[in-house]
């Protein structure tokens, strides 16, 4: 099934630019860092992980498991909160999952991404559903 909830626009700064022109154009970008060879998310300029300046976009093929998640019935339409791992960035990001049965969804499910459009024509967030 398909919830039919309004998205919000995303807060856009210079800083995560590249991450929402990404996702409004299909892609999944992530951050890596060129001194410790991590990714991270959300994307930060700065590494999280070393403290360094260097860090790039670089494009995840999508595809991930749910590590944790969590439905929300007390509200209409009812929505999936969830961690998924990013399994070629070997991250973790808050998102939901939609184009699903909710009852059937369980830890380790495998997921890609997908792009829901958002209140702003134009302008799209990453969510996963079952892969
Ligand atoms: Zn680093």
Redo the contacts with the bound molecule.
Sequence with gaps: MTDNREIPTPHIDEETRDYWDGASAGKLMVKK?R??G?AHHYPRTI?P??G?DDTYYTESNGKGVIYSFSVMRRVQPNFAIAYVTVEDMEIKMMTNIINCDFDALEIGQAVKVTFVETQTAGVSVPMFEPA
Excluded: E, K, L, Y
Aim: with cysteine; hydrophobic share 10%.
């Design positions: 860092c001194s410790c991590a590494c992980h070393c360094s």
